[in-house]
């Protein structure tokens, strides 16, 4: 059973547009929210997190948005730059136990 | 953050052969993991290696397979044995730092093929 459901698989975008990844989940035990970035050839390098005390975080162009309600959470990336391009995974952990992955979004930018 | 060294990057092996994959550490932490990624997928962690004692293996690893080691808090290797082309992935080792543990950083990876 998928813990963290994502969503699209992959994701083109004009440079300076907005791109938009979203992930779902259902244990309410989770309590830190992380999203990865991967580059080919990589590993994965933790891009942002939040928790769900909050609602939003930012940092630079990378906002998380979270609706602890719906149980989802969204990374927003503006300005969407060429070499942002790459394969984003959104996670869910408590308390520093497992992290479950989701399925990953191929983000392309066009130049 | 944490440095986390990876060797081999990459590695092409026959089948039936065995590679172990290393991954050093900068800094001691407790609790060091392993995860695949086979092509084009997730993460699937494979096993927690706890220093001074036996790795805990997911459902669907077994130690026989994938022999771990753990001999100090910044040093961890991971054994594939007995390849097969299915075994071809990328393996991950990765720490968790923070004040709650709750930050989960990996190294570099190695991209393995077996033919």
């Known amino acids: 059973q998928q813990q963290v459901k994502q969503s699209p698989q992959s994701l083109i975008v004009q440079k300076g547009g907005i791109s938009i990844i979203n992930c779902a989940y259902e244990n309410t035990a989770f309590d830190y929210f992380p999203w990865y970035q991967q580059f080919p050839g990589k590993g994965p390098a933790l891009l942002i997190a939040?928790?769900?005390?909050?609602s939003e975080k930012k940092e630079g162009r990378f906002t998380i948005s979270f609706n602890k309600s719906a149980k989802q959470f969204s990374l927003h990336i503006m300005d969407s730059q060429p070499g942002d391009s790459a394969t984003y995974f959104c996670?869910?952990?408590?308390?520093?136990?497992?992290?479950?992955f989701g399925t990953g979004t191929s983000l392309t930018v066009i130049p | 953050s944490a440095v986390i060294s990876q060797k081999p990057s990459r590695d092409i092996c026959q089948r039936g052969t065995s590679l172990t994959i290393q991954c050093q550490v900068d800094s001691q932490v407790t609790m060091m993991f392993w995860y695949r990624q086979q092509p084009g997928q997730s993460l699937t962690l494979i096993a927690t290696?706890?220093?001074?004692?036996?790795?805990?293996?997911e459902s669907g690893f077994v130690i026989d397979k994938f022999p771990i080691s753990r001999p100090n808090l910044t040093f961890s290797t991971l054994t594939v044995s007995n390849m097969s082309p299915e075994d071809s992935s990328i393996y991950l080792c990765?720490?968790?730092?923070?004040?709650?543990?709750?930050?989960?950083?990996f190294g570099s990876g190695t991209q393995l093929s077996v033919l």
């Open positions: 939040i928790r769900p005390d909050v």
């Open positions: 290696a706890n220093q001074g004692s036996e790795a805990t293996y």
């Open positions: 990765s720490v968790v730092l923070g004040p709650e543990n709750e930050k989960l950083f």
């Open positions: 996670a869910a952990s408590s308390h520093g136990n497992q992290f479950y």
